[in-house]
């Protein structure tokens, strides 16, 4: 497997390579191999994985990064050809049972193991066909792609999940039934404004306010819509009329993943992708009163990471509670099926109070 480093030279022959492929370029690497087929059924899957225990490459040691402290992660693998492209994340409270959406229109159902507070393995893994309101699987890309999942209500067992589709968007009701993503119920209605999304741009960070005075609204953020002032766009409905936000836009980032925390806040995943540089991640905090419309949102920059680091195109992230009351973020990458140059990473860590005090390098 192709392994990205931090010299000048392999990320330049990465970009050569990669150029488009976290994009969406047709002409990209990844968009010239076959699309993975949804399966019509459920079945088992499984999956390998390799432990990451130092998330700065070549230094181990300390794994504190301002307020973020590295617990570990997760390198995985799979000779299924519907395994990859892990696009949306929801996560069990006790952070072990997840339900991911891949954006080939595939669900995938798995456990994580632990040893002390690092993740060691996922167990348990099965993956299904998301369906179409007609009950059958999903075959067009432009339907299938699934970007971002979110609870609406219930547990991972059995609930109601919001699924995000980008290219063809929409936002659809999912029931959970026995741990999986069931025939779609409803679809929720968009913005007059969401029109102008991009076919590959569309609604890629998607949560249910938890806390604050927006509690219970679902926020949508656009992967890259920006309004005439350069600040993306967002929108909080379910409670009333639509209501538009703006975030400011820091260096060219595109928003790839959102969760809630309890108080209100949110955590806002991500990426950049230039050829002169590779990919990169960012983690931004946005406070519950900060969260409103008609104000320039700007929020704090937990962590800002480039190829140096155990990265790859991070698009997912949820957050739960350890046993101990830590607030752990979980990350996963889409690896846009491209087995050589990518990997499908999972990756985790505790946010830590205000005035931590970093010791990355």
Do not use: C
């Amino acid at each position: 497997m192709f392994r990205w480093h931090a010299s000048s030279a392999l990320r330049l022959v990465f970009a050569v390579l990669a150029v488009g492929v976290l994009v969406g370029s047709a002409t990209s690497v990844a968009a010239q191999q076959k699309s993975p087929a949804a399966s019509e059924k459920t079945s088992a899957v499984e999956v390998s994985a390799r432990r990451i225990e130092s998330y700065q490459r070549g230094i181990s040691g300390s794994n504190q990064f301002g307020r973020l402290q590295f617990r570990g992660g997760l390198v995985m693998t799979s000779t299924d050809e519907r395994f990859g492209g892990l696009s949306g994340l929801i996560i069990a409270p006790d952070g072990r049972r997840f339900l991911a959406v891949t954006d080939q229109g595939n669900w995938l159902s798995a456990e994580i193991a632990y040893s002390g507070k690092a993740p060691s393995s996922v167990e348990k893994a099965r993956m299904g066909p998301i369906l179409g309101l007609n009950g059958r699987p999903l075959r067009r890309k432009r339907d299938a792609d699934a970007e971002e999942i979110a609870l609406l209500s219930g547990t991972l067992a059995n609930g109601i999940a919001l699924v995000a589709f980008e290219r063809n968007h929409r936002l659809v009701r999912h029931p959970i039934i026995d741990g999986a993503l069931g025939r779609p119920t409803a679809l929720v209605a968009l913005p007059p404004d969401a029109r102008r999304m991009k076919s590959n741009s569309g609604l890629e960070a998607v949560t249910i306010l938890r806390g604050g005075p927006n509690q219970g609204a679902i926020l949508a953020l656009a992967e890259e819509l920006l309004d005439a002032n350069d600040n993306h766009t967002g929108w909080l409905l379910g409670k009333g009329a639509p209501q538009r936000l703006a975030l400011k836009d820091f260096g060219g980032f595109a928003l790839t993943g959102v969760a809630a925390l309890e108080d209100g806040s949110v955590l806002i995943l991500e990426r950049r992708f230039r050829m002169s540089e590779g990919v990169k991640m960012r983690l931004r905090l946005v406070k519950a009163d900060e969260l409103k419309p008609g104000r320039v949102i700007e929020g704090e920059t937990l962590i800002s990471s480039d190829m140096g680091y155990e990265i790859d195109n991070m698009e997912a992230i949820a957050v739960h509670k350890s046993s101990t009351g830590e607030t752990v973020i979980t990350l996963l990458s889409d690896d846009n099926f491209n087995k050589f140059l990518q990997r499908n990473l999972l990756l985790q860590f505790t946010l830590l109070p205000p005035g931590a005090k970093s010791t990355s390098r």
